[in-house]
């Protein structure tokens, strides 16, 4: 996966669809979930990864795949290693409940330095607290909600080996620091919705009616599609 990431990465141009050239990272998108490039593709519709996430989600309900992505910090001075600002999910989805969650899987050990992400510990506990500009409002939200600080500890600075994985609800507070380093941090990102959850209806780049979706039914569509329990 990560001599696959390298060619993604370095060797391709990014075409500002699929993949992207941001202050915070270079990107790819669904290199798995459309592309079907192995062993992305199968690793994101497995079905032990959509066991896993109904587990996290704590209901039967079915599964749904909202997106696969590289996500990988740039080293130091190459542009794409800023910070990651602090910001939640959720508020980026026009979907009717919690429940979305991602994987963030190392795909090579990584130290802090790289841009290891954090994340406020119980922070979801606090219900949507507003949409964020990751790469410009480093502590926007902290300083919209100075309390978060005080009551939900900050994860802290942690190492990572090739394979280990984070996941976090889309309710979490998370960022992540710059890299300072000249190691790139390479890092694939899964992420899935409960099945019963609906699209309300507000405009989107994806959740829409273009995809199929109807306003307050739930999200099915061949883009989006149900790794288990369906
Ligand atoms: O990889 C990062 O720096 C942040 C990733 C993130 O915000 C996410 O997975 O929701």
Redesign the pocket.
């Known amino acids: 996966m990560l001599e696959l990431a390298k060619i993604e990465i370095l060797e391709k141009a990014p075409d500002q669809v699929r993949a992207h050239e941001r202050k915070?990272?270079r990107d790819v998108y669904n290199l798995g979930r459309d592309d079907g490039i192995e062993p992305f593709a199968t690793l994101c519709r497995s079905k032990v990864i959509g066991r896993n996430a109904q587990r996290f989600m704590r209901r039967e309900v079915p599964v749904g795949m909202h997106a696969d992505m590289l996500?990988v910090?740039m080293p130091s001075g190459v542009g794409g290693s800023s910070v990651?600002g602090y910001?939640q999910?959720f508020p980026n989805f026009p979907l009717d409940r919690a429940g979305l969650l991602?994987f963030?899987i190392a795909l090579e050990d990584m130290t802090p330095d790289q841009?290891v992400?954090r994340f406020f510990s119980g922070s979801h506990k606090e219900g949507p607290l507003g949409r964020r500009n990751l790469e410009q409002d480093e502590r926007g939200l902290l300083d919209h909600y100075p309390f978060v600080e005080r009551i939900h500890p900050l994860s802290p600075p942690m190492s990572l080996k090739a394979g280990d994985c984070t996941v976090h609800s889309s309710l979490v507070i998370?960022g992540?620091p710059g890299n300072t380093t000249d190691r790139a941090r390479w890092?694939y990102?899964m992420s899935y919705f409960p099945g019963d959850a609906c699209w309300t209806g507000a405009p989107h780049h994806i959740f829409n009616a273009e995809a199929g979706l109807e306003p307050l039914q739930p999200v099915r569509s061949p883009k989006f599609p149900v790794i288990y329990g369906g």
């Open positions: 915070v990272w996500a910090k990651t910001h999910d991602t963030w841009g992400m998370h992540a890092s990102l």
